[in-house]
């Protein structure tokens, strides 16, 4: 009888305390491989990002500091709430004390934000990039984004603390039992976070998906166009319109997997106040989280500068003096 209490209760000492869901031994298992491998490729994945563009100078461009910037949001989501939230799932309980359970949504949120923030400003520099060519570096500096980025981290932070406030302010979190950890939303704060964490940076980022596509398919149009002696004496612009092309795609890809990733979380808003609503949370929010584990597949794997920064990575070659000089570019063509 002691065996099935410890068994089926978070905390079995405590008559207060939550029950626990039971779980085959090998699904046990099978769900802390999955989950702790889905944790660790975010972590090594973006981490292989920040280190890229922080060591080598060549990449220390506009562009790339917005992806540096999604990358350390995701960096977060994968080094603390994936593992924390990944525990609740599989054991049903929240084991890491009544603190963690006031910040860790507050750090989860900023991270989340953080990290769409970073796509809608990765998706305005690439519409800037493909609609005017020659005006994008006049238009987008390093200091700009610079300012631009500490400006949207501000921002995730102030909006993450309003939102959360009563939660944050809680002496204890709300539960109705001990091994239970809720987060306390208003309505209205709900609405408010549907339109800022989803509706709005969608809109944005399909939008400019749409115009990006537009300008590169009026590229393709031009370079069909032109006679094979022009392409010949113009093989820069043809290589600029080439890469407006590839830009086009990888927002596509973006945006597809931005919406597959967010849509059941925001979703299952429309549960708000019923039984199942924390239920159908604790899953659908892993499904967004892994969104940060394949950004960093979207946005650096697709270029072959990575691959080359990645292999100066893992041998070690960036520990020798001035190999933040490599150049990454020329060596991957």
């Known amino acids: 009888m ?3 209490l410890r068994t089926d209760h978070c905390y079995p000492a405590l ?53 540096l910037s999604l990358a350390v949001a995701d960096f977060l989501i994968g080094l603390t709430v994936m593992p924390t939230e990944g525990s609740l799932i599989i054991e049903t309980c929240w084991y890491f004390g009544d603190m963690m359970c006031n910040i860790l949504p507050f750090i989860s949120l900023v991270a989340v934000l953080g990290s769409l923030c970073s796509l809608v400003l990765v998706s305005i520099d690439r519409f800037i990039a493909v609609s005017d060519p020659l005006r994008y570096s006049l238009k987008v500096t390093h200091n700009k984004v610079v300012i631009i980025v500490v400006l949207s981290w501000f921002f995730c932070l102030i909006y993450s603390f309003f939102l959360l406030y009563d939660h944050l302010t809680e002496m204890e979190p709300h539960r109705t039992c001990h091994g239970e950890c809720l987060l306390t939303y208003s309505f209205s704060w709900i609405v408010v976070d549907v339109f800022v964490s989803f509706i709005m940076p969608c809109s944005t980022v399909i939008i400019l998906n749409m115009k990006i596509f537009c ?8 370079i069909n166009s032109v006679t094979e002696r022009e392409r ?3 093989k ?45 949370l604790k899953y659908v ?8 584990c394949i950004n960093p597949i979207i946005y650096a794997l697709f270029y072959p500068w990575f691959k080359v920064s990645t292999k100066q990575i893992i041998t070690l070659t960036i520990l020798h003096p001035g190999s933040s000089y490599f150049n990454v570019n020329s060596d991957a063509k």
């Open 15 to 67: 008559n207060s305390s939550c029950a626990k869901f039971a779980r085959p031994q090998a699904l046990y298992i099978i769900m802390y491989i999955f989950l702790s491998s889905i944790s660790v490729s975010t972590v090594f994945l973006n981490l292989l990002v920040i280190i890229s563009i922080s060591h080598f100078k060549q990449l220390h461009t506009p562009t790339n500091l917005f992806i």
């Open 215 to 222: 300008a590169a398919k009026y590229h393709t149009k031009v």
């Open 236 to 280: 820069d612009t043809i290589r600029s319109k080439k890469s407006s092309r590839k830009a086009a795609k990888t927002i596509g890809v973006l945006v597809t997997v931005y919406l597959l990733c967010y849509m059941p979380y925001m979703l299952s808003f429309f549960e708000f106040g019923t039984q199942s609503f924390y239920f159908l």
């Open 2 to 4: 002691e065996t099935h």
């Open 232 to 234: 010949a004496s113009n």
């Open 285 to 292: 929010v892993w499904i967004m989280y892994i969104n940060s």
